[in-house]
C-alpha cells in the first residue's frame, strides 16, 4: 500500500495564482476573478487599483498578406487576419485604417430595402450562425429582419416586403412592421 503525500494538499498558496503575475499598475498579485461577462485576470487588490485583461486573445492576428489586393480605403494590401469571431479580410495598415471585408460571400435577395431604398437585403449570419436579412448599407441603414423575405406587399399597410415564415400551423406570408403584423397563409 503507498502512502499519500498529505504536504501537497496543505499548500498554502494554490500553485496557478504565481501563473499570472504582477499587477503592471500597483505591483499587487494578479488572479482570476468572475464577472457576469465571464471570468478575466485582475489586480487583487481591486477596487483601489482596477486593473484587468481578458483571459482569452481577443486581438487580431494576420495570417497572410493577399498578393495583389489594395485596401479600398487607404491602397494599403489587404491581409488576411484571425479574429475573435473567425477568419477575416482587413487592411494590412491597421490602426491606422479600420477596413475590414467577411470572408463568407453575401447572398443578395435583389429585394431594396424598404427602409432605406438605396440597398438590397444581404442573407448575413450571426456570430452564433444564425442568418438574417440585413440591408447592404449598413451602417447608414440599420433595417434587418429574421426571416425570408418576399418581394410581395403587405396588403394592409402596403410595406413593400413580407417575410416567409414557418410555424405549426404552416407558411405563412407576414408582415414585418410591428403595428401591422397582418398575416397571409400559404399552401
Known amino acids: 500500500m503507498s502512502k499519500i503525500d498529505h504536504s501537497l494538499f496543505s499548500a498554502h498558496e494554490h500553485a496557478l495564482e504565481e501563473a499570472f503575475g504582477v499587477c503592471p499598475l500597483c505591483e499587487a498579485k494578479l488572479q482570476m476573478r468572475h464577472s457576469k461577462s465571464g471570468a478575466f485576470i485582475g489586480c487583487s487588490r481591486y477596487p483601489e487599483c482596477d486593473f484587468s485583461k481578458s483571459l482569452h486573445e481577443t486581438q487580431s492576428s494576420e495570417i497572410k498578406q493577399i498578393e495583389g489586393s489594395i485596401c479600398p480605403e487607404c491602397t494599403a494590401p489587404l491581409s488576411i487576419k484571425r479574429g475573435r469571431y473567425g477568419l477575416f479580410i482587413g487592411c494590412s495598415n491597421f490602426p491606422e485604417c479600420h477596413h ?64 416567409e415564415r414557418k410555424t405549426a400551423g404552416g407558411k405563412s406570408l407576414q408582415c414585418p412592421q410591428r403595428n401591422c403584423g397582418h398575416k397571409i397563409p400559404l399552401e
Open 100 to 163: 475590414i471585408e467577411s470572408l463568407k460571400q453575401q447572398d443578395d435577395t435583389k429585394l431594396s430595402c424598404p427602409s432605406c431604398d438605396g440597398g438590397h437585403l444581404v442573407k448575413r449570419a450571426n456570430k452564433f450562425g444564425k442568418n438574417f436579412y440585413a440591408c447592404s448599407e449598413y451602417p447608414k441603414c440599420k433595417y434587418a429582419v429574421n426571416h425570408h423575405p418576399v418581394s410581395k406587399s403587405c396588403p394592409e399597410c402596403n410595406w413593400s416586403i413580407m417575410l
